[in-house]
């Protein structure tokens, strides 16, 4: 993987392995996928799947039990790679005693680049003071304040663990806005962990999906686009469906309503729709329940 | 490690400042209260006190001769609390403060890396712990000295003296610097922090003191006198208390068998029981090195130790 002719990989991982106690059970497990550069990443899963587990571990937060994992090549944690990779957690923690411009100081003092300018621009945005004490911004101008923080530095890959979540729609527009804009400049990489579908299927050209800790998809999101069908029709028509891949489908009366990957043209005498990114990616995570809860009653 | 160095300070100033106002304020008082005893030594009452631990009191004076001490106490025990204060206020938040905030991921998603978070925010808290409880210790030894070893002043083997003051008061302070650290990292909250520190410095500074008492390190030295020969004078020596008196095979007894001071009484008992010698146990005035050598040993080994234990949990813990 590691040859000249592979693609430069922003987020790359090999039997990687993860658990937070030596006799407790796997937060990741046998993960291998390899996430090109200048892509933004949607990392999507249900709760527990092991997103923000794998975040920590690019972030060099935390290091694998077992594999390995690579961000731009390098090791995380390594001053190479903390000089190239920004992450911003979910708890998104500061000092709440520091004021902005303290804490954006502290980003300067800290990083040997750093871009004053570009952290101002995000916090100004939103409207906040600089001399404002951080304990007393709210959940969402926070986060702005973490993310000009993340950004400052300039990193060549940006790690965001659930970054919208306590943000108003307004802000998680413009906050999308920002983050389109940097990659599309400066061909930032960026891997993103959300809940909320409809606003990754915008702005994400990759999908990483985990499912009980391991790497249910990494593919290139049109690609799933294009694959992907939703075909309705005649409940007797289901065996035409053999050879290709069906993610989820249910049956009312004698109507057949299935979300299917084509392995080639779909025969029969179907009803065929181009399903939505975000219709494909709730399609899989719902299959990952149904397994799940198969493989549980079947136990 | 400049940019971890200055978040350690920015962190850290108002304790460092605190740390500043503490240390004049007792060299003001030191400076104050010494210069008082200087006077009441030089009014020459004290001139005709013999050295001894027996009260000086002068022909026609109202009671035994005592300077004002008490401040001097009262800095000897601050210097005996500094582990405990130390520990609490400044140990248990070091990294306490940052695990609690979560703050410290933010922090190691920087340019810096877990080494030198720990190494920048402990060596300044160190450097501040050591020269504090320096300062502190020479103040004590620099305000001791017109009333030291005297019975109007302060012996050497009066906790506050003994405990308060010497190269064992850095190693205390380094010792509760390093316990409130570990406690920090290990407990996550900064007040379950502050009790596991208060707790665990708290009684290792008492049993610290009952090592003292017990002379479990420094055991006392045993002065003989033949027969009935006076006893050497006590003088600047720290009793154990302990009196007896020996037979000619060399065993020893209470001296509640002969319970007489001197003379033909004296005498005649020993003779009844068959005692050739009396005996006192007491350690002589140049064992407050001994105490403080132990001390320091004791105290900077559980420092190492502590410092030792959070470094190597620090991978796994942060």
Redo the contacts between chains.
């Keep these: 993987m590691t040859g000249a002719d592979a693609p430069a990989a922003a987020l790359r991982a090999a039997g990687l392995g993860f658990r937070y106690r030596a006799r407790g059970g796997w937060a990741l497990r046998d993960c291998g996928f390899t996430v090109p550069r200048g892509r933004i990443t949607a990392l999507v899963g249900r709760n527990g799947a092991g997103k923000s587990t794998l975040l920590h571990l690019a972030?060099?937060?935390l290091?694998p039990r077992t594999g390995e994992i690579r961000v731009l090549d390098a090791v995380p944690?390594t001053?190479e790679a903390?000089?190239r990779v920004?992450?911003?957690?979910q708890?998104?923690?500061?000092?709440?005693r520091?004021t902005v411009a303290?804490t954006l100081l502290?980003?300067r003092?800290?990083?040997?680049v750093w871009d004053q300018a570009a952290a101002e621009a995000v916090v100004r945005e939103g409207r906040i003071g600089l001399d404002a004490h951080v304990g007393e911004l709210s959940p969402g101008q926070r986060t702005r304040v973490?993310l000009a923080?993340?950004l400052g530095?300039r990193p060549e890959l940006l790690l965001l663990d659930e970054p919208m979540a306590d943000l108003d729609p307004v802000v998680r527009g413009e906050i999308m806005a920002a983050l389109m804009t940097e990659a599309a400049e400066r061909g930032t990489s960026i891997v993103l962990s959300s809940h909320v579908l409809p606003e990754l299927e915008q702005t994400c050209d990759w999908v990483l999906m985990l499912r009980e800790g391991r790497v249910e998809i990494s593919e290139d999101a049109d690609t799933l686009r294009e694959e992907h069908r939703l075909l309705t029709g005649r409940a007797d028509l289901r065996g035409s469906l053999d050879g290709h891949t069906v993610v989820t489908e249910r049956t009312a009366g004698r109507q057949l309503t299935a979300l299917v990957r084509a392995r080639g043209p779909v025969d029969g005498d179907w009803h065929v729709e181009r399903p939505s990114l975000e219709a494909v990616l709730v399609a899989h995570l719902q299959a990952a329940g149904a397994t799940a809860a198969a493989e549980e009653a079947a136990a | 490690m400049k940019g971890s160095l200055w978040l350690a300070w920015r962190q850290q100033r108002v304790l460092v400042g605190c740390a500043a106002a503490l240390a004049v304020v007792a060299c003001a008082i030191a400076a104050y209260s010494r210069s008082g005893m200087l006077d009441e030594l030089r009014t020459g009452l004290f001139d005709t006190c013999e050295p001894g631990p027996l009260y000086c009191w002068p022909d026609g004076a109202n009671g035994p001769l005592f300077l004002d001490i008490t401040p001097l106490q009262y800095l000897g025990a601050l210097n005996i609390a500094l582990p405990v204060l130390i520990g609490v206020f400044w140990g248990a938040p070091l990294l306490g403060r940052d695990r609690e905030l979560g703050t410290h991921r933010t922090v190691l998603a920087q340019g810096v890396s877990r080494g030198q978070w720990f190494a920048s925010r402990y060596a300044l808290a160190a450097c501040c712990a050591v020269v504090l409880s320096g300062l502190l210790a020479l103040l004590f030894r620099w305000w001791w000295e017109p009333a030291a070893d005297h019975s109007y002043g302060l012996f050497w083997y009066e906790t506050t003296a003994l405990s308060g003051s010497g190269p064992r008061t850095v190693a205390g302070a380094l010792f509760g610097l390093a316990a409130g650290t570990l406690a920090g990292l290990l407990a996550r909250r900064v007040l379950a922090a502050m009790g596991w520190t208060l707790l665990v410095t708290a009684v290792v500074t008492l049993a610290v003191e009952w090592t003292h008492k017990a002379r479990v390190f420094v055991p006392p030295h045993r002065y003989v006198s033949q027969g009935i020969a006076p006893k050497p004078p006590m003088g600047e020596k720290w009793s154990t208390g302990t009196y007896g008196l020996i037979t000619a095979t060399g065993r020893r007894d209470d001296v509640l068998s002969c319970p007489y001071p001197s003379g033909a009484e004296l005498k005649a008992c020993m003779a009844r029981h068959g005692y050739v010698a009396r005996f006192y146990e007491a350690n002589p005035a140049g064992d407050w090195w001994s105490f403080q050598w132990t001390d320091t040993a004791l105290l900077g080994g559980l420092a190492l130790l502590l410092t030792l234990a959070t470094v190597l949990l620090l991978r796994r813990r942060v």
């Design positions: 972030g060099g937060l290091r944690g001053p903390r000089a920004a992450l911003l957690t708890d998104k923690p500061l000092y709440p520091f303290d502290m980003g003092r800290l990083n040997t973490a923080l993340a530095k």
